[in-house]
Nanobody
Framework: EVQLQASGGGLMQTGGSLRLSCATS????????IAWFRQAPGKEREGVSC????????YYVDSVKGRFTMSSDNAKNTAYLQMNSLKPEDTAVYYC????????????????WGQGTQVTVSS
């Protein structure tokens, strides 16, 4: 059974930093994309960052470019989201998602989500 565990959220003041982690267990796929999403109260879930979602580059939503850095440790099956210069508008529940795909680049029908970790940035 695949399980994802997101952690690292918390309460931070404006300008501070947090590092989120998303650790997997039971995930044995060789090819996969990893994404971070967030959902603020009353808003739709939005994609924040993604590795290998469309090509080999790392995607960032415009609002976090230059402040957030996504990385992954394949040996540990863990993804990270380093968040610097945090702003109150970054307040949200952050989710990680792992999406396996085959050698042709076709996604498998099932993606895996972490349970979410709360990030709150005070002004």
């Amino acid at each position: 059974e695949v399980q994802l565990q997101a952690s690292g959220g918390g309460l931070m003041q404006t300008g501070g930093s947090l590092r989120l982690s998303c650790a997997t267990s039971g995930f044995t796929f060789d090819r996969y994309a990893i994404a971070w999403f967030r959902q603020a109260p009353g808003k739709e879930r939005e994609g924040v960052s993604c590795i290998r979602c469309s090509d080999s580059s790392i995607y960032y939503v415009d609002s976090v470019k230059g402040r957030f850095t996504m990385s992954s440790d394949n040996a540990k099956n863990t993804a990270y989201l380093q968040m610097n210069s945090l702003k109150p508008e970054d307040t949200a529940v952050y989710y990680c998602k792992w999406s396996p795909y085959d050698r042709n680049g076709s996604k498998f029908p099932t993606s895996y989500w972490g349970q979410g970790t709360q990030v709150t940035v005070s002004s």
